[in-house]
């Protein structure tokens, strides 16, 4: 055996292999400046080829938020909840950030096929990408948020701070979810189909349009599976810091989502990182 033989399997590493776990996310970490560029550049993209630009972040979610709470006060009656206008908007708001981050994530590798081809990087750059991308939208309409609840009656007060350490909680686990369906994507490419209608039926079921307490108090045992429902509470955890028609939500429902983000979090990190290897190649 010559000394070239010897030497090669302490030189040569194969190609496109997947690190070490911790490796993984120290190099994910390491170009967190390139996902935020890409995060930032595509929304200057999509800004630029809208006649409305920054604008149409926010009319989306308000003509979202006019048209099904109308819809959806008038079938309600008198079973939908005091202060019923903040109470959509609020809903409607905090949604928009969860599915477009789930809708958005789930096409992080399929749409950026040539650059998983041409380049070696963490492919999970790509899923936290999308999220900070809908991270950086969701800051205009917050303010937007914050200023109709306020044009419809709710007097500022401290408790309004606590949307922010909420939306940090709901970012990380959108970064769970959409790298979860991120790698599915790549392996089910229809599931790119079936994420709207999914995301459609969380819509109508995650208390968005409608009072839990009221509308289902009949069945007791539903509404206790809303005490563990993540979109659900984090609607309410809103709620309750905003609107005075809302209890300020205690310590149970911090607790639930926070577990829920961390579990998410690291089974997405996790459920990703074994298929590394896989995307270039399935796509």
């Not at 010559?2 to 170009?31: C, I, K, M, N, S």
């Not at 928009?96 to 809708?103: L, T, V, W």
């Not at 790509?126 to 309409?141: C, G, H, N, R």
């Amino acid at each position: 055996m010559t000394v070239a033989h010897q030497d090669a399997p302490r030189t040569l590493h194969r190609v496109g292999a997947r690190p070490p776990f911790f490796t993984y996310l120290r190099q994910a970490w390491e170009r967190r400046d390139f996902a935020f560029e890409m995060a930032k550049s595509r929304i200057q993209a999509t800004n630029q080829r809208n006649r409305l630009g920054m604008l149409w972040i926010i009319f989306k979610p308000t003509m979202n938020a006019l048209m099904y709470g109308l819809i959806f006060g008038l079938l309600q009656g008198d079973s939908k909840p005091p202060n019923f206008p903040s109470f959509v908007v609020i809903g409607v708001f905090l949604f928009e950030f969860f599915s477009a981050s789930m809708n958005q994530g789930a096409k992080a590798i399929t749409s950026n096929t040539s650059l998983v081809q041409s380049l070696s990087f963490p492919r999970m750059t790509l899923p936290f990408s999308t999220v900070i991308e809908q991270f950086l939208s969701l800051m205009p309409m917050l303010g937007v948020m914050f200023i109709y609840c306020l044009v419809l009656g709710n007097p500022i007060q401290i408790s309004w701070l606590l949307i922010f350490p909420l939306v940090a909680i709901l970012s990380v686990m959108n970064m769970g979810v959409a790298l979860v369906c991120a790698r599915l994507t790549v392996h089910i490419r229809d599931l790119t189909h079936l994420l709207p209608i999914f995301t459609r039926i969380l819509f109508y079921t995650s208390g968005v349009l409608f009072s839990v307490d009221r509308i289902l108090n009949h069945w007791p045992w539903m509404v206790r599976i809303f005490d563990y429902h993540p979109v659900y509470q984090t609607l309410q955890i809103a709620r309750g810091a905003i609107l005075n028609t809302v209890p300020l939500q205690g310590a149970h429902s911090w607790i639930v989502l926070s577990v829920w983000a961390v579990v998410l979090a690291v089974f997405g990190i996790v459920f990703f990182w074994t298929a590394e290897e896989r995307y270039g190649r399935d796509n």
